[in-house]
């Protein structure tokens, strides 16, 4: 049962937490895409986007923008105009520069972001997942007055890190706790920087940050909770098919709801753009769900 709490109260809360708020320096700063990897999935009809980041509690307050997009291939290939088939160029990123403000929450030491899209269009593809993270400021210790500079991004000159998977018939069955427990190495699937200070910009009195990139992914952090998170992952997925009960992986039709066929009125489900928010404190994850 989801717990709702009025807007403002969370909002004050959020505020008064933020005020407090003390940033931890030097702390490394770690976003991890746990699934999927470079491989060929079976089918689903939705299938999740997991990311995890780590310590944003010991950088908060922190101006950084997270972003998430897939795009299907096979749209891109057949699509007669030459412009990109919107319905297949999913935008699943967090709220960029407010975050985590559209949460209503203060930020802990492991967030995790699972947004799902939707596949039931097709079952043969490749998709191109592009993701990153971006500073709007950099600041360097050499320097002592400093305007910022350009924006920083963790893909390099294309601003995106990427990797590609696809779907298939008789291809390996999404498995979010095996992967996230195997504890692959990182490549394109792991960013990470060390912040050491948080200086303000020359004139404008912008965050700007000096930090270090040249840092090695610190692996295997979410194994402990691999199972937990899976299973968070499951219940969103249920949830968005509206189905009660099942596997996600083996449903390929809609779900006919139990209150539905009793006669009962259905209340709606999650918001055609919505995404989960897993917060984990120790081993306890609790989902939450922001509209962008």
Not at 183 to 200: A, D, F, I, L, M
Request: proline share 6%; glycine share 8%.
């Amino acid at each position: 049962m989801l717990l709702r709490v009025p807007l403002s109260s969370l909002l004050a809360l959020f505020l008064a937490i933020l005020a407090q708020a003390e940033r931890r320096l030097p702390a490394n700063l770690q976003v991890d895409l746990l699934f999927p990897r470079n491989e060929t999935y079976a089918p689903t009809q939705w299938f999740p986007i997991v990311l995890g980041i780590q310590n944003l509690d010991a950088l908060w307050p922190l101006d950084i923008g997270f972003n998430l997009e897939v795009l299907s291939m096979e749209a891109w290939k057949n699509n007669s105009s030459g412009g990109r088939a919107d319905w297949q160029h999913v935008n699943l990123r967090p709220n960029l520069y407010g975050f985590p403000v559209g949460l209503e929450l203060a930020p802990v030491k492991l967030f995790l972001h699972y947004p799902v899209m939707n596949m039931t269009n097709g079952t043969t593809d490749s998709f191109n997942l592009r993701w990153g993270i971006t500073f709007v400021n950099r600041c360097f210790a050499n320097n002592s007055l400093d305007y910022g500079g350009n924006s920083w991004s963790s893909g390099g000159n294309s601003s995106m890190r990427q990797i590609t998977f696809s779907t298939a018939p008789g291809g390996q069955t999404p498995d979010v706790a095996a992967t996230v427990d195997s504890c692959p190495e990182g490549g394109q699937n792991s960013t990470v920087v060390r912040v050491n200070e948080v200086r303000k910009t020359w004139g404008t009195g912008d965050q700007c940050p000096v930090f270090e990139t040249d840092v090695e992914p610190a692996r295997c952090a979410y194994r402990e909770v691999a199972q937990e998170l899976a299973a968070n992952v499951s219940a969103a997925i249920l949830r968005r098919m509206r189905c009660e009960e099942g596997t996600w992986q083996n449903i390929t039709s809609p779900c006919v709801p139990k209150d539905k066929e009793s006669g009962a009125t259905l209340l709606t489900g999650l918001q055609r753009d919505s995404s989960s928010w897993a917060l984990v404190l120790g081993l306890a994850l609790a989902a939450y769900y922001n509209v962008f």
